[in-house]
């Protein structure tokens, strides 16, 4: 599993306080799902932190391009901005967009409880609703002092290559490593999360890291969803996003701070 995926598992479950699952069970529960397993899972409805429903805007073909119109159902709460604001960078067809915690789904804290500062302004985790199914999109922007905590390497992080295999981690497949003319650096990889047992089982997702100048990166996941009790669907046949259309959104400026 990588870093990135597995960093934030990790910060989903230390955000979550002490219930009945231990960071172990999280960390080994995010480690696999097999293809074949497609069956539909309860879809009991959980209590979600800052829920918003809204609808991904038609938009014109191609890249994504400025939201026109937002259908937003009715809440008091700040998630459905949050939401509308990360379904107005998305490509037409991706789904319905919902701001969810890991936390609360597979914590099951209380919603509110283990709530942590970001860095970017839409960081979070999005449940994705198409065709039946629950993905989800997760991104979070790392400061470059918890990057280095994090991954202990003499290495820079802008020159890192996470496409290079090390140790006994498995390769990333289709992994795909370029410097921006900017000099960012930008890497896209599939995963099929398929490490071995544990609750929750993730399905096959593509992540990305976007590597900013000042060493801090801006982490993407695109997740087929999760397979255990109280899940709020089946897995998606395929990630809510392409991994085109990954690249795309890591470069928007609208995942990153404030200069």
């Not at 398929?194 to 399905?203: M, R, V």
Request: net charge neutral; proline share 7%.
């Amino acid at each position: 599993m990588s870093d990135d995926v597995r960093n934030l598992l990790e910060r989903a479950a230390a955000d979550a306080g002490r219930p009945g699952l231990s960071t172990r069970a999280v960390y080994a529960g995010a480690a696999r799902v097999r293809f074949r397993r497609r069956a539909a899972v309860s879809c009991a409805a959980l209590a979600v932190v800052a829920a918003g429903a809204v609808a991904v805007p038609r938009l014109n073909q191609g890249a994504a391009t400025p939201l026109d119109r937002v259908s937003v159902a009715a809440s008091a709460t700040s998630g459905t901005d949050r939401a509308s604001r990360v379904a107005a960078l998305l490509p037409a067809g991706v789904g319905r967009l919902e701001e969810v915690s890991f936390a609360v789904l597979i914590k099951h804290v209380k919603p509110g409880e283990g709530k942590r500062d970001h860095l970017g302004p839409l960081d979070g985790e999005y449940a994705v609703h198409r065709d039946g199914g629950v993905g989800y999109l997760a991104f979070e922007v790392r400061s470059a002092k918890e990057v280095a905590a994090k991954s202990g390497a003499e290495v820079p992080v802008a020159d890192q290559d996470l496409c290079e295999v090390e140790g006994k981690e498995p390769p990333r497949v289709d992994c795909v490593r370029e410097v921006l003319p900017d000099g960012r650096t930008l890497t896209t990889w599939s995963d099929a999360m398929d490490y071995g047992d544990g609750t929750p089982q993730w399905g096959p997702e593509i992540d990305g890291r976007l590597t900013l100048e000042d060493g801090s990166v801006l982490v993407l996941r695109s997740s087929t969803g999760f397979e255990a009790k109280g899940a709020q669907g089946p897995l998606l046949k395929t990630p809510p996003l392409t991994t085109a259309q990954v690249r795309d959104l890591l470069t928007r400026p609208e995942l990153l701070p404030a200069k």
